[in-house]
């Protein structure tokens, strides 16, 4: 069976510092791998996904990922942190050749970013 | 485009009664799916349908049901409310050639008391 786990319910960085948002994940096969973010009173936003190819993903508003096969993770960075990318970060995973229906999300990640 | 959008965005239901959802995509979608979300828990999928006339059971099915009479909608119905159905839902969409982009819309949040 297909599982994420974020093992960070919340994370704290200064403005300006890097960021750092962990994600691991266990499937059967090869994954797909994504990164959904979720501000206050509103849905999730795709942010980036990992499909094949290049380790490093680079998404919307400056974020990118890595995906390390050895070590099953997917981290989500940001080489400095705004005040404005606090929210909740969702790392989703689903196994290759399977539908979208298929993706396991985790619990979420809070992010705040501290002026 | 609108996108996705849903209504209510809140609502408050006594044990037993029943309402539906309502969730619209304007995106010409194939593909749309219903989640609940829980304190401190990822995102469940209840329901999902690939087409007009098509739907399937996702993980969490039970006490809900739902219909696609149309591309555009994809109501989501509860017969008898729970407090276990206490949560926040979200409609989302995706093409199918690349259902890995789902976009969501801003979620409906109930409560049942």
């Known amino acids: 069976a297909q599982s994420v786990a974020q093992p960070e319910d919340q994370v704290n960085v200064a403005e300006g510092n890097p960021l750092t948002v962990k994600c691991t994940y266990s499937v059967s096969g090869n994954p797909y791998l994504f990164w959904y973010v979720q501000y206050p009173n509103r849905g999730l936003q795709f942010l980036l996904k990992?499909?094949?190819?290049?380790?490093l993903v680079k998404g919307s508003y400056g974020f990118e990922a890595e995906f390390n096969k050895s070590q099953t993770s997917f981290h989500l960075k940001k080489p400095s942190a705004l005040v404005s990318d606090s929210a909740l970060y969702f790392c989703a995973v689903r196994e290759r050749n399977t539908g979208g229906f298929k993706t396991i999300f985790g619990a979420g990640t809070r992010l705040f970013v501290k002026a | 485009n609108a996108g996705v959008t849903q209504t209510p965005k809140f609502r408050i239901l006594k044990i037993g009664q029943s309402m539906t959802l309502q969730c619209t995509q304007d995106?010409?979608?194939?593909?749309m799916y219903w989640y609940r979300q829980d304190p401190g828990m990822g995102l469940k999928l209840i329901y999902y349908s690939v087409g007009a006339g098509i739907t399937d059971k996702g993980e969490v099915p039970n006490g809900y049901n739902v219909s696609r009479s149309t591309t555009e909608d994809f109501p989501l119905r509860l017969e008898l409310a729970a407090p276990s159905q206490t949560s926040v839902y979200f409609c989302?969409?995706?093409?199918?050639?690349?259902?890995?982009?789902?976009?969501f819309g801003p979620g409906t949040r109930l409560t049942v008391l």
């Open positions: 995106m010409n979608h194939n593909y």
């Open positions: 989302a969409s995706s093409y199918p050639q690349d259902t890995d982009t789902q976009y």
């Open positions: 990992y499909i094949t190819g290049d380790n």
